[in-house]
């Protein structure tokens, strides 16, 4: 994945210009998004509305039955990707993460999965990092403590980002993994 740059750009310039009937806002990093598109290209899921929550054992049991994950299609407006489809490959990478290292979805499962995901990112890649930080760990903290799914992802990502921006990664998941 290291030379995915010029030709995920494309990748992701071409998915910019095939939009019909969905918002495209500005991502808070094209370069994340372009990251994505090229890092779930090969991947099996399928996009569901209304989707149920089920235990890992369920979504595991169904991805070896239907050869395919069940991703979410619901509350993909308003993200830091921009675009409901870049936020649904982004779910796929995640629950891709989730199978490969056998993860469930409580919160010190997210925190390694969102761990296995940062290392897939260039090292110098500093404010992306902390856009996934912010996604996952900071969203399943969010839900641990209130019971309730992020409302406002961009507000919670501004947010995030502004109490973080002196931090280092090492600093940030020393403070809120604790």
Same mark, same amino acid.
């Given at each position: 994945?290291?030379?995915?740059?010029?030709?995920?750009?494309?990748?992701?310039?071409?998915?910019?210009?095939?939009?019909?009937?969905?918002?495209?806002?500005?991502?808070? &990093?094209?370069?994340?998004?372009? !990251?994505?598109?090229?890092?779930?290209?090969?991947?099996?899921?399928?996009?569901?509305?209304?989707?149920?929550?089920?235990?890992?054992?369920?979504?595991?049991?169904?991805?070896?039955?239907?050869?395919?994950?069940?991703? &979410?299609?619901?509350?993909?407006?308003?993200?830091?990707?921009?675009?409901?489809?870049?936020?649904?490959? !982004?779910?796929?990478w995640h629950d891709d993460q989730h199978l490969k290292l056998n993860l469930g979805f409580d919160y010190s499962e997210e925190m390694a999965v969102c761990f296995s995901q940062l290392n897939e990112l260039p090292t110098n890649?500093?404010?992306?990092?902390?856009?996934?930080?912010?996604?996952?760990?900071?969203?399943?903290?969010?839900?641990?403590?209130?019971?309730?799914?992020?409302?406002?992802?961009?507000?919670?990502?501004?947010?995030?980002?502004?109490?973080?921006?002196?931090?280092?990664?090492?600093?940030?998941?020393?403070?809120?993994?604790?």
């Amino acid at each position: 994945m290291k030379n995915f740059n010029c030709r995920a750009l494309e990748e992701y310039s071409k998915h910019l210009e095939n939009k019909k009937n969905e918002t495209v806002e500005k991502p808070f &990093s094209y370069r994340l998004n372009a !990251f994505i598109i090229e890092r779930t290209k090969n991947l099996k899921f399928e996009a569901v509305k209304n989707l149920n929550e089920v235990s890992f054992f369920e979504f595991k049991k169904n991805f070896c039955i239907e050869g395919k994950m069940l991703i &979410s299609s619901d509350f993909c407006k308003n993200t830091i990707f921009g675009s409901e489809k870049v936020n649904i490959l !982004f779910r796929a990478w995640h629950d891709d993460q989730h199978l490969k290292l056998n993860l469930g979805f409580d919160y010190s499962e997210e925190m390694a999965v969102c761990f296995s995901q940062l290392n897939e990112l260039p090292t110098n890649w500093i404010f992306e990092k902390k856009l996934i930080i912010s996604e996952i760990i900071g969203q399943a903290l969010f839900h641990k403590k209130t019971g309730q799914f992020v409302g406002d992802q961009i507000k919670f990502t501004h947010d995030f980002l502004k109490v973080h921006r002196n931090k280092s990664i090492q600093q940030i998941l020393n403070e809120i993994c604790n």
